[in-house]
């Protein structure tokens, strides 16, 4: 109405571009569920297939019985939720003594939870395997949860400071004139308003802990406790499982995380976005 | 005020209680020390000590067989990885990966932000949808990537050669030419989405008001664009773009899965390269030399970057 015609074409134009870059960003799942409902003749014939096959929708409940999905789907949610609590646990201590104490080194903590930030796990999985080695936690989903948080535990800390940094003193103050201790102060009133973040952290330790694989394929040799994703990474240049078993356990293995972050959006969001523009 | 309150309501805690004040006081000292202990102490065990053992390592003849006895040999491995061919081209691919995964998220991240940042219907759904790539595990993205850009089934074939586009013998990843810009592809592909959707929150907090009274001068759309948005949303690129170098050197999974660092070493990142000579080649030595040349890089980005910015918010 306010706007001329101009504006609504360059809208127009505006709204078809991001389509195309929304296309593109889901079509590579989009053909996983082709690729998993359809046969190998329409797969491989000249002219691929546009839509999924619903008939072909029984894979997903194949891959069940032909595949060891349920060990490695079980390992995944165990090692992830271990690393989630894990995470949490240490984190929130430290970003409430990081937001509200003055302390000697606390520059120098904060310096560290950035630099580790940086540190591939590449560069660790040789010194871990021997620290792993000595600690009998090779082999074990433990160990997998003890590396794991050494590397999101930083960069949660970080967006949990962040979040409490946003809570008004004057809350603290009213909680102690109430003869709250700093740590029932933590528990009673400033977890409560920065829960939104700490789920944001949780999904984000979760991820973490669901999607790694450079610890698990390197510390693991035991096939009983292999994660999702050292199942799926066996089956890349694969050729004797067919294509459509190995996009169903694809699927199944990026479904969660995806519902996850599509539930927690607003919350990974605000904090993320917090965290980078505060550095 | 309230800090009067506070003391007199500790000193009538006192009264009946059977902690003396001093006593209290020290506690409260103690008790930043120790809300940060568990999180530091662990650090330390799991990150800092493992990266000093590393840097020993690397001045030590080790192979992952008998990976505890370590003998010192000074500059050796460093001396050895700096004549390594191979390692010098490692140097390179990760230059050009990391600058060219920062210039490709950030510019395509803040072209989709600002075209997102009117309003149309079904911008939440497309935002949902949008960052899905940045939501999937590594090793799903490797997976069905490695399949749509199969040479002989793959859908990327299909659809290119429609246009005429797609190459005659139909490699990708196998191909020493376009292996590298096949990865970058997809890391771009799996990381805008996620510049996109921080810059579009960043951009949520430009006043509109400057905006219009902009257009109402008469001010072009660059113009806007220099003076109104950029000062808003700088602060976010900057830490975007350092964040997207970090990740970009970091990124291991997907290029391990795809090529191994291959064909010929042509996408072997120092990540890759130090892995294979560690778990490969078993020579930890000389995998150390190399994370640890990669940590100084990184390290070297990171303090250049705080140095530029800090300078920049300075004359600004």
Redesign the interface.
């Known amino acids: 109405m306010r706007h001329g015609l101009k504006y609504r074409m360059g809208?127009t134009g505006?709204?078809t571009?991001?389509?195309a870059?929304?296309g593109?960003?889901?079509f590579?799942?989009y053909?996983?569920l082709i690729?998993a409902t359809r046969t190998d003749d329409e797969?491989?014939g000249d002219r691929?297939p546009l839509l999924p096959d619903p008939s072909g929708l029984g894979t997903f409940a194949d891959v069940f019985s032909d595949t060891t999905i349920v060990h490695w789907l079980t390992n995944s949610a165990l090692i992830a939720a271990g690393t989630t609590a894990l995470t949490m646990?240490?984190?929130v201590?430290?970003a409430?003594?990081?937001s509200?104490?003055?302390?000697r080194g606390?520059v120098l903590?904060g310096i560290?939870?950035?630099?580790?930030?940086?540190?591939?796990?590449?560069?660790?999985?040789?010194?871990?395997?021997?620290?792993f080695?000595t600690l009998h936690l090779l082999d074990s989903r433990s160990g997998l949860v003890?590396?794991n948080?050494?590397?999101v535990?930083?960069v949660v800390?970080w967006i949990l400071k962040n979040a409490i940094d946003t809570v008004p003193r004057d809350l603290d103050?009213a909680a102690?004139?109430d003869?709250c201790s700093?740590?029932s102060t933590l528990w009673r009133v400033i977890v409560p308003i920065v829960a939104p973040t700490m789920a944001a952290g949780s999904v984000i330790a979760f991820?973490h802990g669901?999607?790694e694989?450079?610890f698990a394929v390197?510390f693991l040799t035991d096939p009983g406790l292999q994660p999702?994703?050292v199942g799926?990474?066996g089956?890349?240049?694969e050729i004797s499982t067919p294509?459509q078993t190995?996009?169903s356990v694809?699927m199944i293995?990026?479904l969660p995380?995806?519902a996850?972050?599509?539930l927690m959006?607003r919350y990974i969001?605000?904090g993320?976005?917090a965290g980078?523009?505060k550095? | 005020m309230s800090v009067l309150d506070a003391t007199s309501t500790r000193g009538r805690q006192r009264v009946g209680g059977p902690k003396p004040a001093p006593r209290r006081r020290a506690g409260e000292r103690l008790l930043p020390y120790l809300l940060a202990a568990p999180a530091v102490c662990y650090l330390v065990a799991f990150q800092g000590i493992p990266f000093l053992q590393q840097v020993v390592l690397s001045f030590s003849d080790t192979s992952l067989l008998n990976p505890t006895s370590i003998d010192l040999i000074g500059l050796d491995n460093y001396r050895d990885v700096f004549a390594d061919p191979g390692f010098l081209s490692a140097v390179r691919v990760t230059i050009v990966y990391v600058i060219a995964c920062v210039f490709g998220t950030m510019l395509l991240g803040l072209g989709t932000a600002l075209l997102m940042n009117r309003n149309f219907k079904g911008r939440g759904i497309a935002r949902s949808l949008l960052i899905i790539p940045w939501a999937a595990p590594a090793v799903a993205v490797a997976l069905i990537m490695a399949w749509i850009f199969n040479p002989q089934y793959g859908v990327a074939n299909d659809a290119l050669g429609g246009v005429g586009l797609a190459p005659t013998d139909g490699q990708w990843l196998d191909s020493t030419s376009r292996a590298l810009g096949t990865i970058l592809f997809i890391t771009i592909w799996q990381l805008f989405p996620f510049t996109a959707v921080i810059i579009l929150a960043a951009l949520q907090a430009v006043p509109d008001e400057l905006h219009e009274a902009a257009m109402l001068d008469g001010a072009t759309w660059t113009q806007r664009f220099r003076a109104v948005t950029w000062p808003v949303i700088r602060p976010t690129i900057s830490i975007l773009a350092l964040l997207m170098t970090i990740w970009s050197i970091r990124r291991f999974e997907l290029i391990w899965l795809m090529t191994q660092g291959g064909p010929a070493g042509s996408t072997n990142t120092l990540v890759i390269d130090l892995y294979r000579r560690g778990f490969v080649e078993r020579e930890l030595g000389h995998a150390a030399a190399v994370g640890f040349v990669g940590v100084v890089i990184s390290l070297a980005i990171t303090v250049i970057f705080f140095v530029v910015t800090n300078r920049a918010e300075k004359s600004a």
């Open positions: 809208l505006a709204v571009v991001v389509l870059l929304v593109l960003a889901v590579p799942f053909w996983m690729t797969l491989f691929p646990a240490l984190a201590p430290i409430y003594a990081m509200r104490f003055d302390f606390k903590v560290g939870l950035l630099v580790t930030q940086m540190l591939p796990e590449a560069v660790l999985v040789v010194p871990l395997l021997s620290v080695k003890l590396g948080t050494a590397f535990l930083p800390t103050n102690k004139i003869g700093p740590v991820f669901w999607n694989y450079i390197s999702m994703s799926l990474a089956f890349i240049g294509v190995v996009m694809g293995y990026t995380a995806v996850l972050y599509l959006q969001v605000s993320m976005a980078s523009v550095g």
